[in-house]
């Protein structure tokens, strides 16, 4: 990746199968940490669009009744494999599978429950995002 000159938005979803369980990946560019998928907003894609898309090539999953959570700001931090600025928008949805394939951007996942999702190794913003769904709140942080 060139040096960015600007922010990048982001999309990402916490997505919900039909056992009410939802999905984190474990991701070397998260440097082992669980995750939830997600990922650029090509020039001329909706943020919808976009999820739609990223959540296809990175898990093979089709997903609806898509919910915004939060926006959360990332400012070169250093969770993330590499330097950058971007602008997280966190979503909500659902699937009618649990049959994932994964693409080369995450090693593993699995579909949890609450509580279990919320004792695994995660990333801090997908913490957030957890904590603010279960919350029932939608903020910016």
């Known amino acids: 990746?060139?040096?960015?000159?600007?922010?990048?938005?982001?999309?990402?979803?916490?997505i919900f199968n039909p056992?009410?369980?939802?999905?984190?990946?474990?991701?070397?560019?998260?440097l082992g940490k669980y995750v939830i998928p997600g990922g650029h907003i090509e020039l001329g894609?909706?943020?919808?669009?976009a999820l739609i898309r990223e959540i296809k090539e990175e898990t093979n999953l089709d997903i609806y009744d898509i919910e915004f959570i939060i926006?959360?700001?990332f400012i070169f931090d250093k969770t993330f494999w590499q330097k950058g600025h971007y602008i997280f928008f966190d979503?909500?949805?659902?699937?009618d599978s649990t049959e994932v394939i994964l693409n080369d951007e995450a090693e593993e996942y699995v579909w949890v429950t609450n509580k279990e999702g919320l004792a695994l190794p995660l990333d801090?913003?997908?913490k957030i995002v957890i904590e603010t769904y279960l919350s029932g709140g939608n903020h910016e942080k």
Not at 19 to 29: M, V
């Open 1 to 14: 990746m060139s040096e960015q000159q600007y922010p990048e938005p982001t999309v990402g979803a916490l």
């Open 19 to 30: 056992e009410d369980k939802f999905l984190l990946l474990k991701s070397h560019k998260w």
């Open 45 to 49: 894609e909706t943020m919808a669009q």
């Open 71 to 73: 926006f959360q700001e």
């Open 91 to 95: 979503y909500a949805c659902k699937t």
């Open 124 to 126: 801090p913003y997908t």
